[in-house]
């Protein structure tokens, strides 16, 4: 009797979860958490290498069923809650990496929430939609880059180290699935005057992505930018106002939106 609405897709694969577990690189000094354990197939799997494994699991008929397969375990805590709620902080003391099968209805909210509410996490391996783990990783240039790869790569370092057929699941998804690996740089990835006002830029830029540059600055919905002032940013910055913003790296959009930052403070 599973839930669709919760993405309620086990793993049966034993390859897959192995591989999960290699490419988290557990060792006796991690702390996991693990978000939606299910009925625990990979929980018992890193429980066997880590220090100690915190599953965090929403759906109420799985909490039974998870303290008794993991009763005669000291390392595994069960936690019945909500992954976009629960205070990760209090849960753990120090650091700590997330190993999820993630539920894909929430994939994007979890990761920016872990990756934008300053909670200690090292390291983030899951298993999210093929398509959503190429949009996190892409460089400049492609379809797939855009806020979800700026707003990752601007925290950590992304890579996609698998990918999964839906033949491994129960009940098998429709799509092909990805397990990522994101790397969290303590050190932002760039200099930033005000980082609000950097991913303002980075949405207003996005906004209609078949625009120019220009375009989309000065029509932007979270920012009221003058034409003027757009166009003397771009050229202090040395960007062609024709380009589209899905040619435009992190480092060109930071220095975008600093000069930008200035020429808008001075105005207001
Ligand atoms: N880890 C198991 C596996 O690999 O077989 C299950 C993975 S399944 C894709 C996702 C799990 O996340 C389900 O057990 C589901 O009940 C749980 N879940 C859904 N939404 C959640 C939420 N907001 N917080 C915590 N767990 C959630």
Do not use: C, W
């Amino acid at each position: 009797n599973l839930k669709k609405s919760l993405g309620q897709n086990f793993l049966i694969d034993n390859n897959i979860l192995d591989k999960i577990v290699e490419t988290a690189n557990l060792t006796e000094n991690d702390t996991v958490i693990e978000i939606g354990p299910g009925i625990g197939s990979l929980t018992q799997k890193m429980a066997k290498v880590a220090n100690k494994v915190i599953a965090v699991e929403l759906d109420n008929r799985l909490i039974p069923v998870l303290n008794e397969i993991f009763e005669g375990y000291n390392n595994v805590e069960i936690v019945h809650g909500d992954a976009l709620e629960v205070d990760f902080s209090q849960l753990v003391e120090g650091s700590f990496k997330i190993v999820a099968n993630l539920p894909y209805y929430i994939t994007t909210p979890i990761i920016m929430r872990l990756l934008e509410e300053g909670f200690n996490v090292e390291e983030i391996v899951v298993m999210v939609q093929k398509e959503v783990g190429e949009r996190m990783v892409a460089s400049p240039g492609g379809k797939d880059y855009g806020i979800l790869s700026i707003g990752v790569q601007y925290h950590t370092k992304a890579e996609i180290s698998f990918i999964v057929p839906p033949s491994v699941f129960i009940p098998q998804p429709k799509v092909e699935s990805a397990v990522i690996n994101l790397k969290v740089d303590k050190e932002a990835a760039v200099d930033l005057i005000d980082e609000d006002f950097f991913f303002k830029i980075v949405k207003s830029a996005f906004h209609q992505r078949r625009k120019t540059i220009r375009n989309s600055l000065t029509k932007a919905p979270y920012i009221n930018l003058s034409r003027d002032q757009v166009d003397q940013a771009l050229e202090e910055v040395g960007i062609d106002s024709r380009r589209r913003a899905e040619k435009l790296s992190i480092e060109q959009f930071a220095k975008l939106s600093n000069v930008l930052f200035g020429l808008y403070r001075s105005k207001e």
